[in-house]
């Protein structure tokens, strides 16, 4: 029995409002698609966060169905939650991938949180805000105890873990059923699998690019997804990698030495077979800014697709790095000004509704606080 693990491929993203970039996104879910068919699983499962927004666009919709497709001929289904970018908060409503139902998706809700495919029984709860943590462990418990009576059993959520993601998390690693032969994780786009309980407990990351925090973890593990092989007695998974179309460079270049490197940048990058995604940090003192970015962007604008320029001085790289020492998220400061964990849990949930335009989320978090309170 084997199977693929895939998440966050964020179809319909357009990175810097690039269409370029948009489709390098639904390009590399093609390739893991074709990648998957060649290795010809038992089933694939999906971690969350499929679209980049609940409402995608028709293109994106359409990307989707072709590829799902293609699995359904070759008796591949796919199991799959929400994540948080796909999640629909409106009371009632249904996320995009109920669409796909007829192409061999099979998602794991609220409702349906479990199924047996083929004796391994895989179970899963779409994405939860801390403030529904609650509600999450719950049906963990329930999941759990469901699938205690089968030899082989997948995990599948859509959550930041407190070992892999301190400052965001929404579950304790502690708080994860060990009983599961194989935890199947989405939400962190770094490639991380470590021993877990019974076996393994796996974040195949996204399959491109999504924000330049990714890069570092890029550059070591590739994107992609993995590969899990569940016939012993401990998962066997292994990474399978794809070559995005594109090539995302970071590089660091002192001032004094510009117009070297930048001769060494041209004749590099005019010879990619597309135009690269290129991150510049600047170090150095004594220069412009505005003449150093105006020869940058003369120099390069034709030959890349996009360039993003930060500027460190000496002094600002060590202030850098201790106000990221210092660093706290978003909802830690909702925490701390606050001083409520559950006025909190509501404040953040609208917080993430609102700047994604989704007042109905939003109202929906509203009168499920307000609901508890009475």
């Known amino acids: 029995m084997r199977f693929a693990h895939l998440a966050d491929t964020h179809l319909g993203f357009r990175q810097y409002g690039l269409s370029e970039r948009e489709e390098d996104f639904y390009q590399a879910f093609e390739d893991v698609i074709a990648k ?6 038992d089933f694939v499962v999906h971690s969350g966060d499929l679209f980049d927004f609940h409402r995608p666009q028709p293109r994106a919709l359409l990307v989707a169905q072709k590829c799902f497709r293609l699995l359904q001929e070759r008796g591949i ?5 929400t994540g948080n970018h796909d999640v629909v908060l409106r009371r009632g409503a249904m996320p995009p991938q109920v669409l796909f139902s007829n192409f061999g998706v099979r998602m794991l809700t609220e409702d349906e949180p479990f199924i047996v495919h083929k004796d391994v029984f895989i179970g899963g709860s779409p994405y939860r805000s801390r403030y529904y943590a609650n509600s ?5 418990e329930i999941i759990a105890k469901k699938s205690s009576r089968y030899s082989k059993s997948v995990l599948v959520l859509h959550q930041g873990i407190d070992k892999f993601l301190p400052q965001e998390f929404e579950l304790k690693l502690e708080e994860v059923p060990k009983n599961f032969n194989y935890v199947a994780m989405g939400h962190i786009h770094s490639r991380i699998l470590q021993d877990f309980g019974r076996g393994k407990l796996a974040y195949p990351g996204s399959t491109e690019m999504w924000s330049v925090n990714e890069y570092e973890d890029y550059r070591k593990h590739g994107k992609g997804f993995f590969l899990v092989d569940m016939h012993g007695d401990e998962p066997d998974v292994q990474p399978v990698e794809i070559e995005l179309s594109r090539k995302i460079i970071r590089e660091r270049i002192n001032a004094a030495a510009l117009n070297e490197k ?3 940048m041209k004749r590099s990058y005019s010879e990619m077979k597309s135009r690269p995604l290129v991150y510049l940090d600047v170090t150095g003192d004594g220069f412009e800014r505005s003449a150093l970015q105006e020869k940058l962007v003369s120099q ?17 790289e060590r202030a850098t790095a201790g106000a990221l020492a210092r660093h706290f998220s978003i909802p830690d400061m909702i925490a701390i000004a606050l001083k409520d964990k559950h006025k909190a849990g509501l404040a953040e949930a609208l917080f993430r509704s609102l700047s994604e335009n989704d007042e109905e989320g939003a109202l929906e978090a509203a009168e499920n606080f307000y609901g508890d309170v009475k």
């Open 262 to 264: 930048l001769a060494l």
């Open 136 to 140: 999450l462990l719950e049906t963990l």
């Open 77 to 81: 289904p796919v199991f799959t939650v």
């Open 300 to 316: 390069l604008s034709d030959i890349v697709l996009s360039l993003r320029v930060s500027y460190l001085s000496p002094a600002a």
């Open 36 to 41: 998957i068919i060649q290795e010809r699983p």
